[in-house]
């Protein structure tokens, strides 16, 4: 077995805000560079429930499938198979909870998994996907705190 990614983090909102920021304006913080397209502007939807899409659509239109929403929890959790530039079929599984803390902020604790589903590329596949959390998780708390 390989290891879960495990990350958490606080931000200055309530939880309600962190996972409307995730889920409703995720275009408004992920990193044009860390999508598909690399074009700016383009639209990254959550469909709000349970087997909604998660995918980026571009300025043209084009809709370009990310994941799939596996349990739809507003605002304390989001689960979902990940499969962003790559086979749907080597997806892995991202579970995101908001915790309320005192004084209006909250704890944001991702467990990002499943690397052994995708064989002897997984623990490349993980350690790439921590440098890419690296490089989003900084625009979501100065999105999520603003």
């Known amino acids: 077995m390989i290891e879960p990614l495990r990350i958490s983090f606080e931000v200055a909102c309530s939880p309600d805000h962190a996972f409307t920021t995730w889920t409703r ?3 408004a ?7 598909v397209s690399h074009q700016p502007g383009a639209e990254i939807v959550f469909e709000p429930k349970v087997g909604g899409r998660i995918f ?3 300025r043209e239109g084009e809709e370009i499938e990310w994941g799939e929403v596996t349990e739809w929890g507003p605002p304390r959790r989001l689960s ?3 499969h962003i530039a790559t086979d749907p079929a080597n997806a892995t599984d991202v579970e995101i909870v908001f915790r309320r803390l005192p004084n209006a902020t909250t704890r944001v604790e991702i467990e990002h998994g499943g690397w ?5 590329i997984g623990q490349v596949w993980r350690d790439a996907n921590n440098a890419g959390w690296d490089g989003v998780l900084p625009s979501y708390r100065a999105q999520a705190a603003g």
């Open 29 to 35: 913080w992920w990193p044009p560079e860390h999508t």
């Open 56 to 58: 980026e659509r571009t």
């Open 25 to 27: 304006r995720a275009a």
């Open 80 to 82: 979902y198979r990940w």
């Open 116 to 120: 052994e589903r995708i064989g002897a």
